[in-house]
Antibody, heavy 122, light 110 residues
């Protein structure tokens, strides 16, 4: 059974840092591109970043460029999101998701974690 | 302002057919496939449609997707009360080098 379990969320002050983790099981983690997607309170889903299966390529949304870094450790079946210089508007539930490829590009697919809540507030 | 445009709300009565639209551009829907998700508050988003019109196993055939040009649609036939949820479209965008989501459509079953 495919499982994705996020952790690392919590309350942090503006300008602070957090590192989210996503533990994967039930599939060959090193064979899949993985994404982070977030949902701010009262807002829609927003894709944050993804990383190719071997870590050779990664992309992220403009609003987090220079602040958030996606990484993975295939030996530990884990995906990470290092979040620095956090802003109030980064407050959201953060989900990790396993991507599928179509048209040569990855998109979050069938498997998602339950999410971890990040609150940025003073 | 989302890159993909969806109506904020839709509604229907049990048994009806409803359609949710998703409008984009040549850099996303026009050249890439569309994915649809169903999302209930407090739960993980659920994949409904991938590759424009493919249903994952376990998704009822009441749900169908289509794409034409730079627009896509999700149709739900035989509407049921449990279909009340938020629905999102998504696609890769070649100009942004990013996955873009629609703003979401809240479906109410009257």
């Amino acid at each position: 059974e495919v499982q994705l379990v996020e952790s690392g969320g919590g309350l942090v002050q503006p300008g602070g840092s957090l590192r989210l983790s996503c533990a994967a099981s039930g599939f060959t983690f090193s064979s899949y591109c993985m994404s982070w997607v977030r949902q701010a309170p009262g807002k829609g889903l927003e894709w944050v970043a993804n990383m190719k299966e071997d870590g050779s390529e990664k992309y992220n949304v403009d609003s987090v460029k220079g602040r958030f870094t996606i990484s993975r450790d295939n030996a530990k079946n884990s995906l990470y999101l290092q979040m620095n210089s956090l802003r109030v508007e980064d407050t959201a539930v953060y989900y990790c998701a396993r991507d599928y490829y179509d048209s040569g590009r990855p998109t979050p697919g069938k498997y998602w974690g339950q999410g971890t809540l990040v609150i940025v507030s003073s | 302002q989302s890159v993909l445009t969806q109506p904020p709300s839709a509604s229907g009565t049990p048994g009806q057919r409803v359609t949710i639209s998703c409008s984009g551009s040549s850099s996303n829907i026009g050249s890439k496939t569309v994915t649809w998700y169903q999302h209930l508050p407090g739960t993980a988003p659920k994949l409904l449609i991938y590759s424009n019109n493919q249903r994952p196993s376990g998704v009822p055939d009441r749900f169908s997707g289509s794409k034409s040009g730079t627009s896509a649609s999700l149709a739900i036939s035989g509407l049921q009360s449990e279909d009340e949820a938020d629905y999102y479209c998504a696609a890769w965008d070649d100009s942004l080098n990013a996955v873009v989501f629609g703003g979401g459509t809240r479906l109410t079953v009257l």
